[in-house]
């Protein structure tokens, strides 16, 4: 089913089903709540090491359900990300290769998919997937989220920390003001959750925390917050040597962090209190991460572990409390995952891969590396295996060229003994051997995912 059809079928639905609650069946499949941030670093979780204790709910849940050590993001920018969420596919296929494009109109969808299993969906937060000089979404451009829907196309244009203004279902405007941005996603989330219904739901709730603000190319913490942390905090090591820009926002960075974990504490909360927790799987993750303008001059969009390395954690029937999967993974597996611990078919056009087998301790035939797409800053690729990191760009491409058929190598890094990311070892005489077996992998990745068969040309200093 495309999106034409489906919108064809499903314009004429007036809302969320109303019943009276009824304690969840063994027999009825299981809630879905995707908790999705944006920019948040991995290493902002206690339980991925940070020591200052920013998210203990996040911290108590990842102990109730699997924890991914090492998982990734599969292209560093908001947009093309999210596509990958929505679809399962490269940003590459879906066409979503960079900010300010659209899914294409016979894209088909995880609100799709599980829409035509019988539940209900809902969209809150940042979307980021239409275009135009608007943020209200058209019907057209929300990829399948045609009954639950309070969004702004970019949040961070339409609103501030502290008011603004998302959309409803029908293009209404929802307002908050005097209130912090992640308190006024919450509260839609619980609306959408309070509502009474006979049938599962999948909600996906996109904060635009702990993002900056891009008026003020600024973190903003809730008031207060960033004083908590301004004298002694933690700074991450992979910073640490760099100058760029944490010196002076990381409390802000980190009083957000701290917000964002109270207010899913909320949505917990909410769920035990309906008696739907234990029903329902919920993920927290992100599109990126955050490198404080230490690998380049903005924050993302660099194959580092600071932009690419993400939280990731799943709670809920089908998977083990307590388990944590140390395999590479990437979150353009999230959506084939999603779909196999429903019950839900997963399309064979989706490029990831359940990670069902990996959640069970079965690791026999997974390929434990992660291919990475990169654009906007540079064009380029990159390999994350198990002990290396092995990127390429393009430095002539032109800003709109999705791919390319010669790249130049331009960082290679042993994961193993610099794990921070501080020496490049591309072009090095006693890595060339390395450098050519990575080369292959790449090569083959770049073509098995419908790009061109592209030549790299080795790197021929020391970089």
């Known amino acids: 089913m495309n999106r034409r059809e489906f919108l064809g079928t499903a314009a004429a639905a007036s809302g969320l089903a109303i019943s009276q609650p009824t304690p969840a069946q063994p027999s009825r499949p299981p809630n879905v709540l995707v908790f999705f941030t944006d920019q948040q670093r991995w290493d902002t979780l206690g339980v991925y090491g940070n020591p200052m204790g920013l998210t203990p709910n996040m911290d108590k849940f990842a102990a109730e359900g699997v924890r991914f050590e090492y998982a990734f993001t599969p292209q560093p920018v908001c947009a093309p990300t999210r596509s990958s969420m929505q679809t399962g596919k490269y940003p590459t296929t ?13 894209e088909t969808t995880l609100p799709m998919l599980f829409s035509r299993r019988g539940y209900e969906t809902g969209y809150i937060g940042k979307w980021h997937l239409s275009t135009g000089d608007s943020d209200i979404v058209p019907l057209a451009r929300r990829g399948g989220y045609d009954q639950f829907w309070v969004a702004a196309n970019a949040l961070e244009h339409s609103s501030v920390p502290m008011e603004g203004k998302m959309w409803d279902r029908n293009n209404q405007p929802v307002e908050f003001k005097d209130q ?41 913490a809730p008031k207060g917050y960033a004083d908590r942390y301004k004298n002694n905090f933690y700074i991450p090591p992979d910073l640490a040597p760099f100058r760029g ?20 504490g909320r949505i917990v909360s909410q769920l035990k209190a309906q008696n739907q927790l234990d029903n329902t799987i919920i993920v927290i993750t992100t599109d990126h991460g955050c490198h404080f303008r230490t690998r380049n001059a903005e924050y993302k969009r660099s194959c580092h572990e600071s932009s ?33 611990a429903t019950g839900t078919p997963v399309p064979a056009a989706m490029q990831g891969k359940s990670l069902m087998n990996l959640v069970r301790g079965k690791t026999d035939g997974w390929r434990n590396e992660v291919y990475i797409q990169m654009r906007e800053e540079a064009l380029g690729r990159a390999l994350r295996t198990e002990q290396w990191k092995y990127c390429v760009f393009d430095p002539a ?34 890595t060339k051997d390395i450098a050519a077996r990575l080369r292959e992998k790449l090569i083959a990745r770049i073509v098995e995912n419908g790009e061109p068969r592209p030549t790299i040309t080795p790197a021929r200093w020391y970089a």
Do not use: C, M
């Open 94 to 106: 879906t066409g979503v290769v960079r900010n300010g494009l659209v899914l294409k109109d016979d």
């Open 180 to 220: 912090y941005r992640v308190d006024a996603l919450t509260d839609q989330t619980l609306a959408f959750l309070s509502q009474k219904r006979d049938k599962p739901f999948f909600l996906f709730v996109s904060h635009l925390e702990p993002h900056f603000q891009n008026s003020t190319n600024t973190f903003i």
């Open 245 to 264: 820009d944490w010196r002076s926002q990381l409390p802000d960075y980190y009083g957000i962090i701290a917000r964002i974990d109270e207010q899913f």
């Open 308 to 340: 690419t390395r993400i939280p990731f954690l799943i709670r809920g029937p089908g998977f083990e409390p307590g388990r944590t999967v140390t395999s590479l993974v990437s979150t353009i597996d999230l959506p084939a995952t999603l779909l196999e």
């Open 397 to 430: 491409a032109t800003p709109r060229q999705p791919w390319s058929e010669h790249y130049q190598e331009r960082h290679l890094y042993d994961l193993r003994s610099d794990p921070n990311e501080l020496v490049n070892l591309a072009g090095r005489a006693d």
